[in-house]
């Protein structure tokens, strides 16, 4: 087998050094939210944290959702403040230190911390849960209200957002017409990532890590195609299923009429448990090839977290065709295919010739860490403030 070395790291690149800012510094507070699948792994991570301060540091070395973060927050400056608002535990013992009482809701912990920290710009990544009820009851001190949302939200009130923001154009189209307004913006690479990218010792020959629900039924097709390749190829999907597929599998589901919810056999055979975080940036690092799939309700547009997180760990990124962030060209920095045929052909082909595989990885990787860097980001996300 070709041994996969790094590409030359000496590309044309845009200079932005991070201590510069061209905007006024502000004091910014990012929120999220957390995937009930990554609460176990994080309770282990956290255990032994008791005050808010350290529990939010393992939480940000763990790396999740990290792509989303901006670079005040991932560099600790004092600035910027970060919380999880859907995080019970987290929030409360913020609130216990606060002196608050027990019986607070979440929204007024979060409420409180923005007003604690005097916070100017709010961006919050979780507007579906913290939408525009939420944002109506912000202190005076905030000036600025942005909110990312890449997803389709049935009901969703983003009205009382100066932005709402995600790099999917027809998303952004689709929220002008609601009367909101919108910006494009993306995702950042994430430069931790560089310490799991120069590994060569890539066992796992093809990765997948993502949901698998009623919404991924073409998805499915292309899963089913390639773990039929399992007999010849080291093959790894960290499925985190849905509630509906997971009582289909169970012992009482078995028995109902749920056998479209259900995984097929080739892809039970290859299945393991969701992966978050570091543990995901392991995984990748140790992937020739990382395997991507839009959701049935994307459209023709691209441009997902894992194509960030693949990429940023140097493996091949396979994925569906369609419009892609500038950069994320097929057969120059990703591969694409068009069907479940097709995808499952690829991946032969790609292990073949790993030597051009891993040409196209370096390009795509030493292409996200420049073009996509967290201080483009950040120097981005000013200009939208500003």
Known sequence: MTRCVEGNRNVTQLHFRADVRQFLIMRLFQNSGINPSYLPALRRKTHGASTFKAQIESFLMDRYGAVHYLEPVLNREKNAFVTNGDDELLQRTWAREQGMSPKASLEDILLAQIEAHRTEVFYNLDPMRYGSHFVRKLPGCVRRKIAWRAAPSPGADFSAYDLVVCNFPGMLKSYEQHGWKSAYFTPGHD?????????????????????????????????????????????????NRSR??????????????????????????????????????????????????????????????????????????????????????????????????????????????????????????NMVRTAYSKSIQWIEFQKLVN
């Open 191 to 239: 430069p931790v990532m560089d310490e799991y990218a120069g590994n060569n010792d890539r066992p796992i020959d093809v990765l997948f890590v993502g949901g698998y629900s009623r919404h991924h039924s073409g998805r499915a097709m292309v899963l089913e195609a390639v773990a039929k390749l399992r007999s010849r190829y080291r093959i790894e999907f960290h499925l």
């Open 244 to 365: 509906f597929t997971r009582l289909a599998e169970s012992i009482p589901g078995r028995f109902a009429p749920l056998g479209k919810y259900r995984r097929p056999k080739e892809i039970r055979a290859v299945s393991r448990e969701p992966v978050f975080g570091r543990d995901l940036y392991a995984l990748i690092s140790k992937s020739k090839i990382v395997l991507n799939g839009s959701i049935d309700m994307a459209g023709e547009e691209r441009g997902n977290m894992r194509c960030f997180e693949a990429m940023g760990c140097r493996a091949l990124m396979v994925s569906d065709v369609g419009k892609y962030p500038t950069g994320m060209q097929s057969d120059l920095t990703i591969k694409t295919y068009n069907d479940a045929e097709e995808a499952a052909a690829m991946i032969k082909t790609s292990l073949d010739d790993y030597e051009r595989s891993c040409q196209i990885a370096a390009q795509g990787y």
